[in-house]
C-alpha cells in the first residue's frame, strides 16, 4: 500500500507535465454507497437495520425485484449473500450488472437480501457500545455466527413472510454459515440451500497474507493493530482508488495489491473496475477476529476462539478450552465451488472438508479461479451463477432429485 501512495504521489505531481491524466476516467460507483449503486443501476433498493440480541447494529439491503420485473403481490423466492473476510455486502454489485450476482438473481425473479457482517463499513454502530471502545471490538466468527446471521434472516422471514430462504456465502461468508447451521438446528431449517463460493472451515494449508499472523504473538499484534478495528477503509485508500487506479498506467501495479491476497487470475479481471473494487474495500473487521483466523491458521481446527485464559473461556463456553465446530452435524443441502488459484481457501483445505459434508448436492472445482473471481470474475455467470440459479430452480420444483 506505501508503494502505491509514493506512486500516487508521483502522478499527482508529474501527471500535468507529462498529460497522465488522459484517458482516466472514475467510474461514479466509486463514490457511492451500497444504496446508490443499487439505484444508480435502476434497480429498487430498501435498507434495514438489524439489531442483534447483543445489541450491534447491521446494515442490511434489499433488492426485491429486477429492473425488468414489475412488482407483484406474490412473494419472490429469498436469497440472501453474506460477504467474505474484510468485505461487505458491495461485493455482490460491484460489477456491472450482468456480472453481479445480486443484479442477476433480482433479473431471474429473486427476492434478493444482502448482509454485512459486525463492525464493517456498513455496520458499525450499537444500541450501547461505542466503536471507539475496546468492549465494541470484542467480536469474532463465534458472535457473527451466533448473533449476527440468527437476527438477520429472522428479519428476512419476517419482512417477506417467507420460511424458507437460500444462503449464498463467500469465504467468510461459508465459515460463519457453517458454524451457525452447525449449532443451531432451528436457524438451519431456514434454509432452501446453502451455496458455499470459496467455503473457508480450516486455513491449515492457507498460502495468504493472514498466515503472517501466526508469526506473531497475540501481544505483539495488539501492539502493532491495537485491540479495536482492522483493516477500516481509508481516506487514503479511496483516493488512490479513485485518483490512480482508475488510470490504465497504473492497472497492472493495482491488480498486483489485490492478488497478493487472494491468488493470481488476471485475464479475469475486468480493469476498468478496478476503482470501483478498491473504494469498496476493505470494510474493515476486528482485531479480534483476525486473531481468531490466525488461531485458525495454527491450530489447524475449526474451533471457536481462545479468549486466551481459561476462566474466560470457562465464561463464554462453559468449558476451559474453545470447543470444536462439528460440519458433519449440518444437514442444510449444501453446493460447493472452489478455486484451484485459491490462496485463502486452499483446494487442500476444501478437500479436507467435502467428506464432512452431509448432505453434499453439487460440487465444482474450477482451475484457474483465485479467491475474488467468485464474485468478481468475469466469467462467473457462465461457470458458477447459471449452475446455482438452476439450483435454486429445481429446489422450487420440488423435484427430488439435483444435477451432479
Known amino acids: 500500500m506505501w508503494q502505491?501512495?509514493?506512486?500516487?504521489?508521483?502522478?499527482?505531481?508529474?501527471?500535468?507535465?507529462?498529460?497522465?491524466k488522459k484517458g482516466s476516467i472514475t467510474n461514479p460507483e466509486a463514490n457511492m454507497n451500497i444504496s446508490q449503486i443499487i439505484s444508480y443501476w435502476g434497480y429498487p433498493c430498501e435498507k434495514y437495520d438489524v439489531v442483534t440480541k447483543d445489541?450491534?447494529?447491521?446494515?442490511?439491503?434489499?433488492?426485491?425485484?429486477g429492473r425488468r420485473c414489475p412488482r407483484k403481490t406474490a412473494p419472490k423466492p429469498v436469497v440472501y449473500l453474506q460477504h467474505g473476510l474484510i468485505a461487505s455486502a458491495s461485493d455482490w454489485i460491484c460489477n456491472l450488472p450482468n456480472n453481479s450476482l445480486a443484479f442477476?438473481?433480482?433479473?431471474?425473479?429473486y427476492d434478493v437480501w444482502m448482509g454485512n457482517s459486525r463492525g464493517n463499513t456498513w455496520s458499525r454502530k450499537h444500541l450501547k457500545l461505542s466503536p471507539k471502545s475496546?468492549?465494541?471490538?470484542?467480536?469474532?466468527?463465534?458472535?457473527?455466527?451466533?448473533y449476527d446471521l440468527p437476527a438477520t434472516i429472522n428479519l428476512i422471514i419476517e419482512k417477506t413472510g417467507q420460511e424458507q430462504l437460500f444462503y449464498v456465502g463467500h469465504s467468510q461468508g461459508t465459515t460463519i454459515a457453517f458454524i451457525a447451521f452447525s449449532t443451531n438446528p432451528e436457524l438451519a431449517k431456514r434454509i432452501k440451500i446453502f451455496f458455499a463460493l470459496a467455503p473457508v472451515v480450516t486455513v491449515k494449508y492457507t498460502r495468504s497474507p493472514i498466515k503472517n499472523l501466526t508469526t506473531l504473538s497475540r501481544r505483539t499484534i495488539k501492539a502493532l493493530f491495537g485491540d479495536k478495528m482492522f483493516s477500516p477503509h481509508t481516506l487514503m485508500e479511496q483516493f488512490i482508488a479513485?485518483?490512480?487506479?482508475?488510470?490504465?498506467?497504473?492497472?497492472?501495479?493495482?491488480?498486483?495489491?489485490?492478488?497478493?491476497?487472494?491468488?493470481?487470475?488476471?485475464?479475469?479481471?475486468?480493469?476498468?473496475?478496478?476503482?470501483?473494487?478498491?473504494?469498496?474495500?476493505?470494510?474493515?473487521?476486528?482485531?479480534?477476529n483476525m486473531l481468531h483466523w490466525a488461531q485458525a491458521v495454527n491450530s489447524g481446527q475449526f474451533q471457536a476462539f481462545d479468549w486466551g485464559q481459561p476462566d474466560q473461556n470457562m465464561m463464554h463456553f462453559?468449558?476451559?478450552?474453545?470447543?470444536?465446530?462439528?460440519?458433519?452435524?449440518?444437514?442444510?443441502?449444501?453446493?460447493?465451488w472452489s478455486g484451484?488459484?485459491?490462496?485463502?481457501?486452499?483446494?487442500?483445505?476444501?478437500?479436507?472438508?467435502?467428506?464432512?459434508?452431509?448432505?453434499?448436492?453439487?460440487?465444482?472445482?474450477?482451475?484457474?479461479?483465485?479467491?475474488?473471481?467468485?464474485?468478481?470474475?468475469?466469467?462467473?455467470?457462465?461457470?458458477?451463477?447459471?449452475?446455482?440459479?438452476?439450483?435454486?430452480?429445481?429446489?422450487?420444483?420440488?423435484?427430488?432429485?439435483?444435477?451432479l
Not at 4 to 20: D, F, R
Not at 267 to 288: I, K, W
Not at 367 to 390: C, R, S, T, V, W
Open 104 to 109: 442477476l438473481l433480482a433479473d431471474n425473479g
Open 4 to 20: 502505491l501512495l509514493a506512486t500516487a504521489c508521483w502522478v499527482l505531481l508529474l501527471g500535468p507535465i507529462y498529460g497522465c
Open 318 to 336: 462453559h468449558q476451559l478450552i474453545p470447543p470444536l465446530y462439528n460440519v458433519t452435524e449440518m444437514e442444510v443441502p449444501t453446493a460447493i
Open 134 to 146: 475496546s468492549e465494541y471490538w470484542a467480536f469474532s466468527l463465534d458472535e457473527m455466527a451466533k
Open 340 to 403: 484451484g488459484q485459491d490462496i485463502l481457501a486452499d483446494p487442500k483445505d476444501v478437500e479436507d472438508l467435502l467428506p464432512k459434508i452431509a448432505n453434499l448436492i453439487y460440487y465444482k472445482a474450477i482451475p484457474y479461479y483465485n479467491h475474488m473471481d467468485f464474485y468478481l470474475g468475469q466469467d462467473a455467470p457462465q461457470e458458477i451463477y447459471q449452475d446455482l440459479i438452476k439450483l435454486m430452480e429445481e429446489c422450487l420444483q420440488n423435484k427430488t432429485h439435483f444435477f
Open 55 to 65: 445489541g450491534y447494529i447491521l446494515g442490511t439491503y434489499r433488492i426485491p425485484h
Open 242 to 288: 479513485t485518483k490512480m487506479c482508475n488510470r490504465k498506467i497504473f492497472h497492472h501495479m493495482c491488480s498486483n495489491f489485490m492478488f497478493t491476497v487472494t491468488g493470481v487470475d488476471l485475464p479475469n479481471l475486468n480493469m476498468s473496475r478496478l476503482d470501483v473494487y478498491l473504494a469498496q474495500s476493505p470494510a474493515g473487521t476486528s482485531v479480534q
